[in-house]
């Protein structure tokens, strides 16, 4: 790219800025030691590789999806929550919210993720240990009392009964008197990813996806600024992935729920800004910053030339991002704030809109309040104490930073091909399918976790306080302990609410859910009728159950 082709591009985004900057509140950017410092910095002569490096808030977005940065808005702290009960939960919440967080993250129990009540027997021992437990609308009504479900944007951190759970949160918003219409927030949903990584499914792909169609097909027409997909790469990476691995089966899933969203005659530029991404912020520091660059590149392209986006909105990947869990270690845990705030900067300078901090305990129980505390506070030393905010993208041109980005972006390319070559008619989705089948994603993955063990055990990868640095001085830490007392009464409040319910009600909504299933009709409006009349999570999901069967991966050896 020449320099007046530079200058022209500087033009078009100092226009936009201007635009922009207006609409945003102001503040003075400059250094600790006063000096004034510009929002974006670019080449001042010819430089070959602006074309695909591209201005702040412009295609192919390797800068950011803004021209201002930061500057206009800084990302949503959404630290993730959920413990116990709905009413401990709710306190957790308000905490958050008071002490600055800007959105909320829902993290469920785990028979609430699989779709279970709290009094199924497989849910013995389970109840709030790992999240909130979550059996009914009503849960729903306790867990958000007193948080305006119409000025906080909610994520849900939840795939295989994902609909359901949003069917609850829309009834949650109406008892609240807060039309669906005005809900903003993301739901993670994600069904590919859960055959890839983390397991947790309820049917076999293709109910899921019949699902996943008409959640998407509902939000477009009702409610237009939630996000009813947030494509995880955070749970591949915590498998074992590599950060190219985790780039590329991630956007290779999110180009297959494209591919659904086309096949059900939705317009690209309508359905497509209501994906997100989710992804992991590891530990190499510059490493993750050129896949985040990366990330937005690839799908800007792809979205505009194979899948036809003429929108910038429709081109945008917006992602939420989550520090890596998987780095902390129990050993000196208090080595986990430090890895934490590095991997936080990571997703800062990588251009993330939303951002959770891991706490110090995690690898150990869930967060303490103190530990949850300190995590949200790591976000707002970063925010408020470092100026990152004040330049856009203020890696952009660094030739390390840079060769990085191309190198993610090239293998990313290249697993694109092999998963597309996998399938039967040379769509991302076919591949993708006969990936799972076949197990070509967990080997990959599993591959990968094998080489980092390796060199773990060999001592060529170091971890301060496991295989090197290991005298401490450190004390064993208080954590969190779930009381079994939370269970015992989640279970009799479940049972007291089916005791005043209209059960005539409920097997009418359940019969009406069943025979939408049947048919082509999208199954949102029944599932919302089942909720309004108290139906559980776990009764919604076995009567799917019953119908359409569950699903177990082949043995492999």
Same mark, same amino acid.
């Given at each position: ?14 226009? $936009? ?12 950017? $400059? ?9 974006? &910095? ?66 469920? !129990? ?8 709290? !009094? ?9 240990? +790992? ?7 009503? !849960? ?8 305006? #479900? ?16 949003? +069917? ?53 027409? /009702? ?10 790469? &955070? ?71 194979? &899948? ?9 990947? $917006? ?73 856009? !993208?203020? #890696? ?12 993610? /972006? ?50 060529? @990868? ?41 059960? @005539? ?33 776990? /009764? ?18």
């Amino acid at each position: 790219m020449n320099a007046d082709e530079i200058e022209a591009g500087r033009a078009r985004w100092q226009a $936009r800025y201007d635009a922009a900057v207006t609409r945003a509140p102001w503040r003075e950017h $400059r250094t600790l030691s006063g000096m004034e410092v510009a929002p974006v &910095y670019g080449p001042d002569g010819d430089d070959p590789r602006l074309e695909r490096i591209g201005w702040p808030g412009e295609y192919p977005f390797t800068r950011g999806l803004h021209p201002t940065g930061y500057r206009g808005r800084p990302w949503t702290i959404r630290q993730f929550a959920g413990f116990g009960n709905a009413r401990q939960t709710n306190e957790r919440y308000k905490m958050i919210l008071g002490a600055g967080g800007g959105g909320l993250s829902v993290a469920f !129990d785990m028979p609430t993720l699989m779709g279970r009540d709290s !009094d199924d027997p497989r849910a013995l021992g389970e109840v709030g240990h +790992c999240g909130v437990a979550v059996d009914s609308a009503l !849960d729903m009504d306790v867990l958000f009392e007193g948080i305006p #479900l119409g000025d906080v944007t909610t994520s849900m951190t939840i795939s295989g009964p994902a609909v359901p759970i949003f +069917c609850m949160y829309v009834v949650a918003a109406e008892r609240q008197g807060v039309p669906a219409g005005r809900l903003n927030g993301t739901l993670q949903t994600d069904i590919f990813k859960e055959y890839i990584a983390q397991k947790e499914w309820l049917f076999a792909p293709e109910p899921h996806l019949r699902l996943i169609g008409d959640l998407m097909e509902y939000c477009a027409a /009702e409610i237009p600024a939630y996000k009813p997909l947030s494509v995880s790469g &955070y749970h591949i990476r915590e498998a074992g992935s590599t950060a190219a691995q985790e780039l590329a089966f991630t956007l290779a899933d999110g180009f297959g729920y494209v591919e659904l969203g086309l096949s059900r005659g939705l317009d690209v530029d309508v359905f497509a800004p209501g994906l997100s991404f989710f992804f992991d912020a590891h530990i190499d520091f510059f490493e993750e910053i050129a896949k985040f660059r990366a990330a937005r590149r690839i799908w800007a392209r792809w979205m505009r030339d194979v &899948y036809g986006a003429r929108t910038e909105k429709a081109q945008w990947l $917006r992602f939420h991002t989550q520090t890596a869990g998987v780095s902390l270690t129990a050993q000196q845990p208090d080595n986990n704030i430090v890895r934490t705030a590095v991997e936080a900067l990571a997703a800062v300078l990588g251009g993330t809109n939303s951002l959770h901090t891991n706490a110090l305990d995690e690898v150990l129980a869930l967060p303490s309040e103190k530990a949850a505390e300190i995590a949200l506070r790591t976000q707002q030393v970063i925010m408020e104490e470092t100026e990152v905010v004040n330049v856009v !993208d203020p #890696l952009g041109g660094s030739w390390y930073v840079e060769a990085l980005t191309d190198r993610l /972006e090239a293998e990313a390319e290249a697993t694109f091909t092999k998963i597309r070559n996998m399938g039967t008619d040379g769509t991302m989705t076919s591949g993708i399918l006969r990936g799972i089948e076949d197990g070509w994603f967990m080997s990959e993955i599993a591959e990968a976790a094998f080489d980092y063990q390796r060199k773990l055990e060999k001592g060529d @990868k170091k971890i301060v306080g496991v295989n090197c640095h290991t005298s401490t001085v450190e004390q064993p830490l208080e954590i969190l302990r779930i009381s079994h007392e939370v269970e015992l009464e989640q279970r009799r409040v479940l049972a007291d609410r089916r005791a005043v319910r209209d059960q @005539k009600a409920v097997d009418d909504a359940i019969a009406g859910l069943v025979a939408a299933a049947r048919s082509d009709r999208n199954m949102i409006p029944p599932m919302l009728d089942a909720v309004r009349a108290e139906a559980t999570l776990g /009764e919604i999901c076995d009567a799917l159950r019953a119908e359409w069967g569950t699903y177990s991966e082949p043995a492999r050896f």
